[in-house]
C-alpha cells in the first residue's frame, strides 16, 4: 500500500488535481459532457452505434406519468428505476419481482404503488442528479449477471470498469458488491475493485476500502485468476468510446448479462482513482506511454493491440 508523498510520486499515482487539469481539463471538451452525464443520450448514442446496452422499457419525464407507474409497470417481472443524471449509484432502486400488487425489492422488503411513485417523483425533483436538476426516470431491463463471478459476489451485480486515455484502454477493474455495499457494485459504498490486467483480462487481489484483500469478505472465495468474459470485445467497445464521445478520457462500465453476453451500462466523464490501488500501479507512467504513442494517428485495433503489449502483467 502507497504510505507518504514521495513514494506515491514515484509509483507514478494520479492525483485529483492531476486528473482534474491533465484528463479533464486537457481532453475533454465540456460541450461533450451531456454525452455522457446523461444516461439516456449516452443509451442512445451506444445504440445508434451497434454497442449492446441494456433494453429500456420506458421513461418517466412528468409527474402525470407518474401516476399511471402501474400500468405501465404491469407486463415486467423484474425491473431497475434509475435517474437519467445520477451519479455514484446513488438514486437506483432495483425490483426483482411483483406479487398481489407489491414490488419485491433485490435486497429486501415490498413497496407499494404509492411507494413507487414517491420514489419517481424524488427522482424527477432532481434529489439524485448531477447539480440536483430536475430529471428523468429510467425503467430498465434487470442484468441477470454472468455465473463467472457469482462465488466472488453479493447479491447485487458486479461491473467492469475500463479507463480510457486518447482512445487506449489503460487501466480495468472488476467492482463487485458486497453486504457492506448493500449489493451495489460501487467503491465508495463498500463494493470490492478487483484490478484486471489488460492483457489477458484475469483478475489480481483486489481493494476494500483502500486495503488489499485476497478475498471477498462475504464468500471467502479468493478474488485473484478468474477471466473476465468477451475481455477483448470489451477492450475494443471501450476504445471505440473516445471516437462515439469525443472525449479523451473516460471510464467505460460494462455489465456481463447471462443471456445478452456484453452490454455498456454508461460512461463516466470523471472516473474515480482508487482503480490505481486495486491495480497496485500509478495512471501517470501509463498516460505518459500512450501520449508518446498516439502523437500520429493510429486505427482502434491497433490502440488495443499496443495497450495488450504494453500493459501486460502491470
Known amino acids: 500500500m502507497f504510505a507518504t508523498v514521495s513514494q506515491l510520486q514515484r509509483a507514478g499515482v494520479m492525483g485529483m488535481n492531476y486528473r482534474n487539469i491533465a484528463c479533464l481539463f486537457e481532453h475533454n471538451p465540456r460541450h461533450r459532457y451531456p454525452l455522457v452525464d446523461d444516461k439516456l443520450r449516452t443509451k442512445d448514442l451506444a445504440s445508434d452505434a451497434g454497442i449492446p446496452v441494456p433494453p429500456l422499457y420506458g421513461v418517466i419525464e412528468i409527474q402525470r406519468q407518474v401516476s399511471h407507474i402501474k400500468r405501465t409497470l404491469a407486463p415486467l417481472k423484474s425491473f431497475v428505476i434509475k435517474p437519467a443524471r445520477g451519479s455514484g449509484g446513488n438514486g437506483i432502486l432495483v425490483i426483482s419481482g411483483q406479487l398481489h400488487g407489491f414490488y419485491r425489492r433485490a435486497h429486501g422488503g415490498m413497496l407499494t404503488d404509492h411507494d413507487l411513485q414517491h420514489y419517481l417523483s424524488r427522482i424527477l425533483s432532481g434529489m439524485y442528479s448531477l447539480g440536483a436538476q430536475p430529471d428523468r426516470a429510467m425503467i430498465e431491463y434487470l442484468v441477470n449477471f454472468d455465473p463467472v463471478f457469482s462465488s466472488i ?58 486495503r488489499i484483500v485476497a478475498e471477498h469478505p462475504d464468500t471467502g472465495v479468493a478474488i485473484a485468476g478468474i477471466h473476465v468474459p468477451y475481455w477483448d470485445l470489451l477492450l475494443q467497445t471501450a476504445a471505440r468510446c473516445y471516437e462515439l464521445t469525443g472525449m479523451g478520457y473516460l471510464g467505460a462500465d460494462f455489465v456481463l448479462d447471462k443471456a445478452k453476453g456484453a452490454l455498456l451500462l454508461e460512461l463516466n466523464a470523471r472516473p474515480g482513482l482508487n482503480i490505481q490501488i486495486a491495480n497496485r500501479s500509478g495512471l501517470i507512467p501509463r498516460l505518459k506511454l500512450v501520449d508518446s504513442y498516439v502523437a500520429t494517428p493510429c486505427s482502434l485495433t491497433e490502440r488495443v493491440g499496443f495497450a495488450k503489449h504494453e500493459f501486460r502483467g502491470s
Do not use: F
Open 153 to 210: 459476489t453479493y447479491q447485487g451485480v458486479p461491473d467492469v470498469r475500463i479507463v480510457v486515455y486518447r482512445g487506449v484502454p489503460v487501466m480495468a477493474m472488476v467492482r463487485l458488491p458486497t453486504w457492506r455495499s448493500r449489493g451495489r457494485a460501487n467503491l465508495h459504498q463498500g463494493a470490492i475493485g478487483a484490478g484486471v490486467d489488460i492483457a489477458t483480462g484475469v483478475t489480481r487481489e483486489a481493494v476494500l476500502a483502500n
